[in-house]
C-alpha cells in the first residue's frame, strides 16, 4: 500500500537542541498522527491532529497539520536522551473503514 | 488510558508449526488490527476487523488468519509458519469517531522467530 514519505532515515542530533521532522504525501488525508517507539516496544501516540492547519502540543513535543492536508511535521524542542525512538508519521483518510497508512520512520539518536 | 496487551513478547516457532498471536484491548473498541514491522519496510497491515466475527485483509493477508470471536480479542493465526514470518507483530485497536475510525493504539509487539 502507500506509504507516507519521511526522510531522512536517521537523525542524529546533541541533547539540549530541537529537531524537526516532515512527512508528505502526494494524496489528503483527514487526520494525521505521530508515534514513537522505542526498541522492543510497539508504538505510542505521541500527537493526534483532526483539523488543517491544526497545531498541537504536547510537552517539548509539538505537531503541525499542513494546510494543503498533505503534510505535518513534528518539533522536538529541547531534546533528552530519552528522546531517542523511531518517529511515524501516519495519516487517515475519511471513511468508515480508512485504514492508517504509515510512513517508514525516522530514527532519532541524541548525543548527551 | 488505553490497554492493548499480547500475549507474548517474544516466541520461538518451528516451521510448520500452527501459531497463535492474541490480542487484548480493555476499551471497547470496535476496531482492531495486526501488522508486522520489518526493517526498511515499516508497519504492513495483515489483517483487521470493524466487529466481532467480521475481518477484512489488509495489505499482505498470505499465509495469516484472524479469529474476532468476542469484541475485545483479535487473534492472528500462522496456520504453517515460515522462516519469512519470522518479524515484530503488533496489534492495535482504535474505536469510531462518528462515522470515522479514529485514532490507532497499539500493543507492545510480539518478536515472533520461526526456525
Known amino acids: 500500500g502507500q506509504q507516507l514519505n519521511q526522510s531522512p532515515q536517521s537523525m542524529f542530533i546533541q541533547e539540549g537542541e530541537d529537531v524537526s521532522m516532515n512527512c508528505t504525501s502526494s494524496s489528503i488525508f483527514n487526520t494525521w498522527l505521530w508515534y514513537k517507539q522505542e526498541p522492543g516496544e510497539g508504538p505510542v501516540l505521541l500527537i493526534a491532529l483532526y483539523k488543517a492547519g491544526e497545531l498541537t502540543s504536547n510537552g517539548r513535543l509539538t505537531a503541525q497539520f499542513g494546510i494543503t492536508r498533505k503534510d505535518s511535521f513534528l518539533n522536538i524542542s529541547a531534546s533528552i536522551p530519552s528522546d531517542v525512538g523511531i518517529y511515524f508519521c501516519?495519516?487517515?483518510?475519511?471513511?468508515?473503514?480508512?485504514?492508517?497508512?504509515f510512513g517508514k520512520g525516522i530514527t532519532l539518536s541524541v548525543r548527551p | 488510558d488505553v490497554k492493548v496487551t499480547q500475549s507474548s513478547r517474544y516466541l520461538v516457532k518451528r516451521t510448520g508449526e500452527k501459531v497463535f498471536l492474541e490480542c487484548v484491548q480493555d476499551m471497547d473498541h470496535e476496531n482492531m488490527f495486526w501488522y508486522r514491522q520489518d526493517p526498511g519496510l515499516g508497519l504492513r497491515l495483515i489483517y483487521f476487523s470493524y466487529d466481532v466475527k467480521m475481518k477484512e485483509k489488509g495489505d499482505i493477508p498470505e499465509g495469516y488468519s484472524v479469529s474476532r470471536e468476542k469484541k475485545e480479542r483479535f487473534s492472528l493465526i500462522l496456520e504453517s509458519a515460515s522462516t519469512n514470518q519470522t518479524s515484530m507483530y503488533l496489534c492495535?485497536?482504535?474505536?469510531?469517531?462518528?462515522?470515522?475510525?479514529?485514532?490507532?493504539?497499539f500493543g507492545p509487539g510480539t518478536r515472533l522467530t520461526v526456525l
Open positions: 492495535a485497536s482504535s474505536d469510531m469517531r462518528g462515522a470515522l475510525v479514529d485514532t490507532q493504539y
Open positions: 501516519a495519516g487517515l483518510r475519511t471513511g468508515a473503514n480508512s485504514k492508517l497508512t
